[in-house]
């Protein structure tokens, strides 16, 4: 028999409500217990934090892979053309030619947008940080969804009506106009062209405003 030691002692004034308030849970829930649960009480009872954190940054992929995307796609396009009109334009050598070149400049010029070290979006708690149209506060975003568009798959935003960003006003509203016609977001991001995808910028809006997202 072992003697207790001494300042070891149970105190009767302790109860579990004087547990420090972020102590860790008793216990992790179970399997069935998390199939009714959702994804953000799954990771909150497993200390996890779902999403990015705050402030969040996000960049295009890099030049050499920016340029190969364009060029894939360029490939892609003329066979699609060839098969299905093989005696239409797409069967032109004109019309290849300058589909490549609008291709091609398109293609040189995102390559360069890539090596531009700066995020082409920062998000934070009071809004956003958009390279090419400036700092837009949560008050003049109307909304922000997926695309989960075929040929133009990736992320994007809208702003409220009558709102224009500091920057690039009259470009910002000729991208809006030919992006609304496709039922696209106003400012849109290509899945193929964003380092790690469109999912995690999704995740940063909704954890700073998920009352913004729509479908």
């Not at 992790?28 to 954190?53: N, Q, V, Y």
């Not at 109307?142 to 990736?154: H, V």
């Not at 016609?181 to 954890?207: H, I, Y």
Request: net charge neutral; aromatic share 8%.
């Amino acid at each position: 028999m072992t003697d207790k030691n001494p300042n070891e002692h149970d105190d009767p004034t302790v109860t579990p409500d004087d547990a420090p308030a972020d102590a860790a849970p008793l216990r992790k829930p179970t399997r069935e217990e998390m199939r009714d649960m959702s994804d953000e009480e799954i990771m909150a009872a497993h200390g996890m934090e779902l999403g990015p954190r705050l402030p969040a940054e996000f960049r295009l992929m890099a030049g050499k892979q920016v340029l190969l995307a364009f060029l894939c796609a360029l490939a892609v396009g003329l066979v699609l053309s060839r098969i299905m009109d093989p005696e239409g334009p797409g069967g032109d050598s004109v019309f290849l030619w300058v589909a490549g070149l609008v291709f091609l400049a398109a293609g040189l010029f995102f390559w360069k947008e890539g090596r531009d070290p700066r995020p082409i979006l920062v998000v934070d708690a009071d809004g956003i940080t958009d390279r090419a149209f400036g700092r837009i506060p949560w008050a003049d975003i109307a909304a922000f969804r997926m695309n989960g568009s075929l040929f133009n798959p990736g992320f994007g935003y809208s702003l409220k009506k009558g709102v224009a960003p500091q920057k690039k006003a009259v470009l910002y509203k000729l991208q809006a106009g030919m992006n609304r016609l496709s039922a696209l977001p106003e400012r849109t991001f290509r899945k193929q062209m964003v380092a790690g995808g469109c999912d995690p910028m999704l995740l940063a809006f909704r954890k700073a405003r998920p009352d913004l997202e729509t479908r």
